[in-house]
């Protein structure tokens, strides 16, 4: 009976109990099938005990065994893993005891649940230990009984110094203890810093578990931005989900020039927005809602803004989602700055590039970008004006006035233009007229004289009432033209420079024979600079006979160019190109030095009483080392200064008389001879004549052409010769070239006279024999 219940208590035991022989299972109570997963003893009983034994634990359980001598010998209850029969694992804390024989009875306690809460409270006390927010446990009346190190950190007292004091000693301020809730408090630290902090309480057992959050840095980084952002230039508005601006800072409401009050609440497409091009921006498209759309950012858009009271903004505009990484959360931020016064400088900056600063007219670039072949729209025509003896202006009432009048040319040239034309300054004296609508021959030569007409109305500056006339070129552009905007130009130019050509104060119309005959002569310019290195110009002698003796008693220097390819060039074509440029005072030089040198010689040595009769241009009037050169080229070859002439045209001396004078005064002290040539061209009367201290007229070959058939040329010859004679002037006749010239010009008291008939220009060697 007592053997039973023992067995009844065995088998009903809740902890799992069994028996192995040998070291195999034979007894298992209910607990230990239960415990085993198993539905019968059958599925236990006859396997080896080790089945039910983790792997890892089997060398504990094994040693432990090694140990029990005897009978009823028991083990220390020892912590063991083991293992159901579906493979499960299970905790127990196991007791072996010794039975009769080699059998063992096993006692297991499932400690599964014991170590669950351990791990529980360790996980809690390594929470409580990691955690960043300070946890203090407090009685009921407040003293700290638990500090965890987040609490020493936050408040700067160790766990050992806070436990047992009261919890508002330790954090600066007195604690409101009540169940659930947060609150915001400040706190201070042990040397006293203030902290914000979020404060939670919960209630447990007879005291208070308190969650304090340290939110100081937090918080101190919100008031930085919030500043930040209030300060910053550029305007912020934040939009919620619903479209509807929660925000804005002050630049934005100063740049939208609306009041914070007005623009919270607002619907952010109640802002109106145009592109650059002008158009205006629906709703539906605005940067903030297509980004709450679709979640795109836009970044630098420039958009023109209008503003309530009327005045328009440039804003770059940047849109973003607030959190990038929610886009559902679909908060957006506009951040926009006002651009109105860089664009202002860049439109000044632009206009300054492509116009004129003296006349505010189109420049060069402009003009150019107009005349592109690929901005063409169809038939055009270039008018480019040069305003003629402008210089006279500048130079006679300084570049101030020469300003105010070009400003003036500039508006008359604007007002007397169409709307859509193009009227630019080139530079200097220059200007040029594109336009679309004047393109018929007619029409352009109705322009061209318009245009003069009214440049041609007096000027009145300081008291002075100037006129001005333009030498015009025109170029006309056909549809299918394919010139270069710079070509065109280049075409306009050549055009307006033969109208100067052809007597200035007109316009021409450029045609591809002209441009062949300016490349001509520019080629020509180009070599004659390489001429006058190379040795390639040369002077020809021309014989001036005194018509009472026959003999000749002069010989004039004529400049001659053999160009290496084209052979002789004339004169006539070479002669302007280096009195256009500043060739003629290189070349005259040159010439003056050579010519001398060889009279010079011949005198010397062949006896020849020969005077050297050499030709002064313009230019070389102008020029002030005129005199050294001469004194240089007489005092260098010996030629005797009586027994140089040189000779200035009546143009030249009439140009400016009192600066003609003077060059001629300071000649004539040298001692050389002065003669006027081409007598009769000019206006100069007998008195200039008596002022110029002049020793030689020579007529003009206009007159000695037709004198031995016209009475006209006859009588004007006459006059001059007795003028000439009456204020003691020697009288040459050029032009001669038959023998009844000759004899008429010797009945009319003529002093001497040259000219093919007399004798053509040739080299020295030819006129006067070989050295």
């Known amino acids: 009976m007592e053997a039973d219940s023992l067995a009844e208590l065995v088998e009903l035991s809740p902890d799992a109990i069994c028996v192995h022989e040998n070291g195999v299972v034979t007894y298992a109570n209910r607990a230990a099938l239960d415990a085993f997963a198993a539905c019968s003893a059958d599925e236990v009983v006859g396997r080896p005990f080790t089945d039910f034994v983790a792997e890892d634990s089997r060398p504990a359980l094994l040693e432990k065994l090694a140990l029990l001598t005897g009978p009823g010998a028991a083990t220390e209850p020892v912590e063991a893993l083991m293992s159901r029969l579906d493979g499960s694992k299970f905790a127990v804390e196991a007791q072996t005891v010794r039975t009769a024989g080699t059998g063992y009875q096993v006692v297991m306690r499932d400690i599964t649940a014991k170590k669950a809460a351990a791990d529980a ?89 308190l969650v304090c959050a340290d939110e100081t840095a937090r918080r101190r980084a919100e008031r930085n931005y919030r500043t930040v952002v209030a300060s910053l230039d550029e305007g912020v508005l934040l939009m919620g989900p619903t479209g509807l601006v929660e925000a804005a800072n002050p630049a934005a409401c100063r740049i939208l020039g609306v009041a914070e009050a007005d623009l919270i609440g607002v619907p952010c497409h109640s802002l109106v927005l145009f592109t650059e091009s ?54 957006v931020v506009t951040s926009f700055t006002d651009i109105s016064e860089t664009r202002a400088i860049s439109a000044r900056l632009a206009h300054d590039a492509t116009h004129d600063p003296l006349t505010r007219l189109a420049n060069r670039t402009l003009v150019l970008d107009r005349l592109d072949v690929r ?58 007229i594109v336009t679309d609508e004047v393109t018929e021959p007619g029409e352009v030569r109705a322009l061209a004289e318009h245009l003069r007409a009214a440049l041609a109305e007096p000027i009145g500056v300081l008291g002075r009432q100037l006129h001005l006339d ?47 005959r300016m490349q001509r ?21 021309q014989p001036v006979v005194d018509l009472k003796t026959g003999e000749m008693v002069a010989v004039e220097a004529l400049l001659r160019w053999t160009h290496p390819r084209l052979g002789p060039i004339s004169p006539a074509e070479f002669i302007p190109l280096a009195e256009e440029s500043d060739l003629i005072n290189v070349i005259g030089k040159e010439m003056l030095r050579a010519t001398t040198r060889e009279l010079a010689w011949r005198r010397a040595n062949q006896g020849l009483d020969l005077t050297l009769k050499v030709n002064l241009s313009t230019r070389q009037l102008d020029d002030p080392h005129l005199v050294p050169a001469v004194q240089d080229a007489l005092a260098s070859t010996g030629l005797p200064a009586g027994a140089l002439c040189l000779e200035v045209t009546e143009s030249a001396l009439m140009r400016d008389q009192e600066a003609a004078g003077e060059v001629l005064a300071a000649l004539r002290s040298l001692g050389v001879l002065l003669a006027i040539d081409d007598f009769g061209t000019g206006y100069s009367s007998l008195a200039q004549l008596r002022r110029l201290t002049l020793d030689t007229l020579k007529i003009d070959r206009s007159f000695i052409t037709g004198i031995a058939e016209s009475h006209d040329a006859e009588a004007i010859v006459t006059s001059i010769i007795a003028m000439a004679h009456a204020v003691d002037l020697t009288v040459i006749a050029e032009g001669v070239e038959t023998a009844e010239q000759l004899e008429l010009l010797r009945r009319l008291g003529c002093d001497q006279a040259q000219g093919f008939h007399l004798g053509r220009p040739i080299p020295a060697d030819e006129l006067f024999g070989s050295r």
């Open 470 to 516: 333009a030498s015009i070129g025109v170029v006309l552009v056909d549809g299918a033209d394919q010139r270069s905007a710079e070509d065109l130009l280049r075409d306009a130019d050549v055009a307006m420079y033969q109208a100067k050509t052809l007597g200035r104060g007109r316009h021409h119309v450029f045609d591809v024979g002209l441009r062949e």
């Open 521 to 541: 002569r520019l080629r020509m310019e180009q070599d004659l600079r390489d001429a006058v290195h190379e040795g390639q110009l040369w002077p020809a002698y």
């Open 278 to 331: 002008g158009q205006w921006i629906p709703p539906d498209e605005m940067p903030s809602v297509r980004t709450r759309r679709t979640g795109v950012s836009y970044n630098g858009l420039v958009v023109r803004l209008r503003r309530p009271d009327g005045r328009d903004v440039w804003v770059s505009l940047t849109s973003r989602l607030l959190d990038p990484d929610d886009p559902t959360a679909a908060a």
């Open 121 to 209: 409270l360790r996980y809690q006390a390594a929470l409580v230990s990691h955690v960043s927010d300070a946890l203090i446990a407090t009685t009921g009346e407040g003293v700290v009984t638990s500090w965890n190190p987040a609490a020493e950190t936050v408040y700067g007292w160790t766990a050992t110094e806070a436990v047992g004091r009261r919890a508002s000693e330790l954090v600066g301020a007195p604690l409101e203890l009540r169940r659930g809730g947060v609150a915001e408090a400040v706190h201070r630290r042990r040397d006293g810093a203030p902290l914000t902090v979020r404060v939670s309480a919960a209630e447990m057992n007879d005291g208070w578990v």
């Open 375 to 432: 901005g063409r729209r169809g038939p055009a025509t270039v008018l480019f004006l040069d305003l003629d003896k402008f210089k006279v202006i500048n130079d006679s009432l300084g570049h101030s006035v020469g300003d105010q009048v070009l400003r003036i040319v500039g508006e008359r040239l604007r007002r007397s233009s169409g709307r859509a034309d193009l009227v630019g300054r080139l530079g200097g004296d220059e200007f040029v």
